[in-house]
């Protein structure tokens, strides 16, 4: 199964997609949507999806902008982009970025099918390649007893090890396994490049925090003996989730508190600036001095939420305050604490308190 995520400004068109296509018998997953790219982007680090479609203009991070974050972040992901309009520069650009396709709207389900077909295609040809590479790698294994460098930088496990937690582990597993065909699962030869696929990713972020892969996951290179005791998919995705917890503990513990003070700086920058309608997770990455990229995950991991998540309750706890203690708009509120349109601001209230501000200041 392939996981969508689709991108648009527009409910209807949302709806659209959501309910025009039989998600359970269509070989993929609707595994989330957003109305804007700066949401999408910081829903996606979560979800981790292997498409995504998004519309061209949207409001606060365009289709274009969030391509190029959304490959920068997670350079596995597939993009198609559905526009309205039939610019050259916009199309320019997607080119430019790697986008799989560019589809001008109206598009019907038919047609978005067919695209995310041959996208799958294309996904399933990637993963072939990659269980070759990682067979010619083995040979640098068994006879040398050393981590191939080789390939391994392509493998994009290793991306998505960089964002997953702890508690995606099980997810993460399944979700793996599932991507084969399960006819090649039952195969033990099969199951052992599988596996040796997430160890050697594993071995890679182990060594960008400064460990030693053999003596961090030194009970998992025996992976062989391992699945032979109880071949099946039981057994490998437990292995597997065993295995991927080990490494993000690993992962986890090497950075301990050192982002500490970062993260409390970049804290204190949101809860001042708040209201600023420029502020993102650019401008406080810059604030704080790491990159964006970086700094999203750090975030994330230190705080247990997302970038956005944080600042956007910092948003709507200071409305709630105006809302009870002035007699400000609704709309005037929604300027104050950061939003330039108020059906936005009156849709992310409703969704992060369950009423509308009127609601609110009635109750």
Known sequence: MYKVFFVDDEASMRAGIRESIDWDDSGFILAGEAPDGEMALSLMQEIMPDILITDVRMPFMDGIELSRQAKKTMPWIKIIILSGHDEFEYAKQAIAIGVEDYLLKP????????????????????????????????????????????????????????????ADAPRFAEDYLDSFDSTATTSIIFLYYIFMDILLSSSKIIEEFGGDAKEVLSEYFDAGNMLQDDAGNISIKALLTSLLESVIEFRDASTGSKYSDIIVKAQEYIKKNYSDKDISLHTVA????????????????????????????????????????????????????????TQYFSYVFKKQTGMTPKEFRGK
């Open 107 to 166: 598009v019907t389900s038919v047609t978005l099918m067919e695209t995310l077909t041959e996208i799958a295609e294309r996904i399933d040809r990637e993963r072939r390649s990659n269980v070759e590479n990682l067979i010619k790698s083995m040979k640098d294994i068994s006879t040398r007893g050393k981590i191939p460098l080789i390939n391994i930088d392509k493998l994009p496990i290793i991306d998505k090890l960089r964002y997953a937690t702890k």
């Open 286 to 341: 810059k604030e704080v001095s790491i990159s964006p990229n970086h700094f999203s995950t750090v975030f994330s991991r230190e705080t247990g939420e997302t970038f956005i998540s944080y600042i956007t309750g910092v948003r709507i706890e200071q409305a709630k305050i105006l809302l009870k203690t002035t007699q400000l708009r609704a709309s005037d509120i929604g300027y104050e604490v950061g939003y330039n349109d």
